[in-house]
T-cell receptor
Framework: GQQVMQIPQYQHVQEGEDFTTYCNSS?????IQWYKQRPGGHPVFLIQ?????EVKKQKRLTFQFGEAKKNSSLHITATQTTDVGTYFC???????????FGQGTTLQVKP | KAGVTQTPRYLIKTRGQQVTLSCSPI?????VSWYQQTPGQGLQFLFE???????NKGNFPGRFSGRQFSNSRSEMNVSTLELGDSALYLC??????????????FGPGTRLTVT
């Protein structure tokens, strides 16, 4: 079945360093969404990308959607302790439309 | 606008019992999805309801069931609980079905512990 994979699973960085998580789908996606879950919290919607090659920025966060619409990335510049959490990508199944989540990348930031 | 609410927030049950969890979506949202989250398995899709109809179902046994009411509120039921059912159960609502370009809004979850 359709799969959405994320790497790395875990990332520890020093505060101020950059961070990138990658998301790869086994099939073409109509759109991709990113969510952030703080420790002890619930996933919170960050952004949605729809167009091939689309790049969107939210302050220090840069999101990209690949040209083939099968991969995406989230890059955080100069991480802060408030960036700690698990970042999930999710895309709709081409068959059923149900949202398929990646396994998530857990980011730890050392102050 | 009020967010997604889930009740109860915490629950402790014994193996073999059954449990019903409730989710109230954001006003105006007609799609409700349920997920099981465990440390080892991440976010696993259970089912999605839209306009009182189950639209999608994940790979869970028949012990897991759900329904949606005319006011879009949803319930999920787990019968004959097993230890492995211990997890955080998240409900998420969106305006339209998830296959369209609508983001999901998650509730705080129900933490279920089966002993």
């Amino acid at each position: 079945g359709q799969q959405v994979m994320q790497i790395p699973q875990y990332q520890h960085v020093q505060e101020g360093e950059d961070f990138t998580t990658y998301c790869n789908s086994s099939t073409t996606l109509s759109n991709i969404q990113w969510y952030k879950q703080r420790p002890g919290g619930h996933p919170v919607f960050l952004i949605q990308l729809v167009k091939s090659g689309e790049v969107k920025k939210q302050k220090r966060l840069t999101f990209q959607f690949g040209e083939a619409k099968k991969n995406s990335s989230l890059h955080i510049t100069a991480t802060q302790t408030t960036d700690v959490g698990t970042y999930f990508c999710a895309g709709p199944s081409s068959n059923t439309g149900k949202l398929i989540f990646g396994q998530g990348t857990t980011l730890q930031v050392k102050p | 606008k009020a967010g997604v609410t889930q009740t109860p927030r915490y629950l402790i049950k014994t193996r073999g019992q059954q449990v019903t969890l409730s989710c109230s979506p954001i006003s105006g949202h007609r799609s409700v999805s349920w997920y099981q989250q465990t440390p080892g398995q991440g976010l696993q899709f259970l089912f999605e309801y839209f306009s009182e109809t189950q639209r999608n179902k994940g790979n869970f046994p028949g012990r897991f069931s759900g329904r949606q009411f005319s006011n879009s509120r949803s319930e999920m039921n787990v019968s004959t609980l097993e230890l492995g059912d211990s997890a955080l159960y998240l409900c998420a609502s969106s305006k339209e079905p998830t296959g369209l370009t609508y983001e999901q809004y998650f509730g705080p979850g129900t933490r279920l512990t089966v002993t």
